[in-house]
C-alpha cells in the first residue's frame, strides 16, 4: 500500500467495545477523525510539509471534547487539567515538547514553537506557559476545558478510590489510561513527521507525566526510519521506549515498517504487560496501526485513495 | 576487563582542563568520585543489589558541592534550584524519576521511591514534592542549596545576558550544560543498574527539562545488554535517544558494549552536533566511558580491581 504522500491519525486506544457505542457516537467519532485526515492531508497535497500536517490533524482532534486531548482533556485529582505533547521533524530530528501544561488551547501548537523558537526541546508547567505568552500562544480558561462528561469520570474515580480505600493509582482503570490523539505523515518532499498530544489520566495526582512529551517514548520521526506516535498505557511505553524501538528495529535489523511495528505492539509490549497502540509510516508511505486492545480510534488518507477510519479489532 | 561486579561512574563531561584546574581542586575531585566508587563497591562486594549501589553512589556526588547534582546544583534565572534525576533496575526494567524538584536534598532518592511505591514512572514538581512528603524523603531548603560558586555563575550569565542583549539560552554555554552524575553497576548477582541525577542549567527559564529524567535518553539499564549513564548538552541525548540507542546496537546489531558506546558519543551524538558522554557496563563486567569533551569526571572500581580515577583526556 505504498504511497508518496499520506497521513495516518489516532484518537486512543482503550477498551472500546462495539457494544458500548451508541451509533450517534461512533458517527460522532468517525466524522471527526475524517476531518482530521483531510485537514492534514489537505496540507500535504497542496505541497505542505508533514510536520505542518501531523500539527493540524492533531490540532482536530484536540479541538473535539470526544478525545482526550486538548477541550477533552480528563481531570486530575485537584480537578485541573494537566496536558503533555510533543512535535518531531523527521529530516532535521528537531523536536519540541511540553509537560503539564494547564491553560493551553492547544498544547501542540506549544510544542511546535518549543521546537521552533527555542534552543530546548521540553519545557514544563508554569515555565511552559510563560514560554508561550512570549510567543502568543493561545490560552483557555479551566470553563473552555469543562466537559460533563469528564468531571462525571473524576467524580466516579474518587468514589471508587473512597469506597475501596485504595489509592486510586493502584485501582483498574485501564480504560483512562489510553485517551492519547497523534499523527504521522510523508509529505511530498519525502519528509516525516509526528506529533501527539495527551490529555493525561483521570483523577491523576504528584504531577505524574506519561510518555507522549517523550521523544522516543510516545512520540518519534527519522528520515531513515519511519515516523511513530504511540497511545497506550504510558509507563510501558515509557519502559519499552517504543516509538524509537520501531525506528531502531527498521535500521539495525531491517524490518519492515509493518514488522518493526508488530514486534514492538504484540511482542514487545505485551511481554511488558503493556497495553496500547502505535501509528508509524516509512518515506515509501508504507504504514501500521498494530494495537494490543480491543480498540483504537484510527484512520489513514494516502494519495489518491478514500479516507479509511476504523474504531474496533477489524 | 571483564568482571562479575563493578561500578563505573562519572561527575559530568565538559570543558574539564588542566591548565583551568588547580592541583587542591583535582585532590578534591578524586577523593570525591574515590569516595562515590567505594561507597558503591562495598554494597556490591557485600552481596548488596546493583540498584542499591547505584543510587549510593550517586547520593555521594549529590552531597557534594563539587558537581552539579544535589548540594552543588546550579541556579535557574529566577535563583532557585530544580534538579531531575532517574534510576533504572535491569532486572525488572521498572524505573522512577523526577523533573524539576526543588526541595529534595537528594533527587536520586525520590526517583528511587518513585519507582519502588508509585505505579507511575516519572513525577514532576510540586506533584513530586507532594508524593516525597508522603513516602518520608528528606526535604533541604534554600540555605542548603546555595553555593557562593553556583551563585556567581547565575549572576555571570545574566550579567552576559544584559550586556548582550541576547536572551542567554541563546549564547554559547556549553560549560554549563554538562554538570550530571550517574553511575552504572552490575551485582554478584548479574543484575545491572543506571541512576542519573542533575542540576540543570545556570540561568534556565521556561521550566527546561533535561535528558537525566528520560528513561533511554540519560539513563537506561536492561539485563539483555548494559546499564548506561549519560552526562551532556541534554537536547542531543533527548534527540539520539542516546542510552536505549547504546542498548539497542547491542541487541540489535550484536555490537559489544564498548563498540556500542563509542558508536553513539564518537560518531551518532557527534553527527547531531551534541557533547557529552556516557558510562555504560554490560552483564559480564565489560564497560566503556567514552565522551567527546575535553573532559570527563569518571571513574571504574571492579572485584578485586584498584579504584581508577579519570578527569581529563588521557
Known amino acids: 500500500m505504498a504511497s508518496d504522500y499520506g497521513i495516518v491519525i489516532h484518537g486512543g486506544a482503550g477498551t472500546i467495545l462495539k457494544e458500548k457505542m451508541t451509533p450517534e457516537r461512533e458517527v460522532q467519532y468517525r466524522e471527526k477523525l475524517t476531518a482530521s485526515l483531510r485537514t492534514g ?19 482536530v482532534m484536540e479541538d473535539s471534547p470526544l478525545f482526550n486531548a486538548g477541550k477533552g482533556a480528563v481531570f ?19 523536536s519540541g515538547a511540553v509537560a503539564g501544561v494547564r491553560q493551553i488551547k492547544n498544547p501542540i501548537d506549544l510544542a511546535r514553537a518549543v521546537m521552533d523558537k527555542s534552543e530546548h526541546i521540553l519545557l514544563a508547567a508554569e515555565g511552559a506557559e510563560a514560554f508561550a505568552k512570549l510567543h502568543g500562544i493561545e490560552f483557555a480558561d479551566a470553563d473552555y476545558f469543562y466537559t460533563e462528561e469528564r468531571w462525571k469520570q473524576l467524580q466516579a474515580a474518587k468514589y471508587k478510590e473512597k469506597m475501596t480505600q485504595t489509592d486510586y493509582s493502584q ?3 485501564s480504560d483512562d489510561k489510553h485517551g492519547t490523539v497523534g499523527a504521522v505523515a510523508l509529505d511530498r518532499h519525502g519528509d516525516l513527521a509526528a506529533a501527539t498530544s495527551s490529555g493525561g489520566m ?10 507522549s512529551l517523550i521523544v522516543g517514548a510516545g512520540n518519534y520521526a527519522n528520515n531513515r526510519t519511519c515516523a511513530v ?12 521506549v517504543v516509538s524509537y524501538d520501531v525506528s531502531a528495529l527498521m535500521e ?5 515498517v509493518e514488522q518493526a511495528a508488530d514486534m514492538v505492539v504484540h511482542e514487545k509490549l505485551g511481554r511488558l ?6 501509528i508509524a509510516i516509512d518515506r515509501a508511505g508504507n504504514f501500521a496501526m498494530p494495537f494490543n486492545t480491543p480498540g483504537m480510534y484510527r484512520g489513514h488518507l ?6 479509511v477510519v476504523m474504531i474496533f479489532q477489524e
Chains 1, 2 share one sequence.
Open 41 to 59: 492531508y489537505d496540507i500535504l497535497e497542496n505541497g505542505g510539509k508533514a510536520l505542518d500536517a501531523v500539527q493540524a490533524a492533531v490540532k
Open 76 to 94: 486530575t485529582n485537584d480537578g485541573k487539567n494537566e496536558q503533555d505533547a510533543c512535535i518531531m521533524d523527521g529530516r532535521t530530528l528537531n
Open 171 to 173: 485501582l483498574d482503570h
Open 202 to 211: 483521570t483523577n491523576k495526582k504528584f504531577g505524574r507525566l506519561g510518555d
Open 229 to 240: 506516535s504511540g497511545t497506550g498505557h504510558g509507563e510501558y511505553f515509557i519502559t519499552g
Open 252 to 256: 539495525y535489523r531491517g524490518l519492515s
Open 273 to 278: 504487560g503493556g497495553t496500547g497502540g502505535l
Open 302 to 307: 494516502l494519495k489518491r485513495q478514500a479516507p
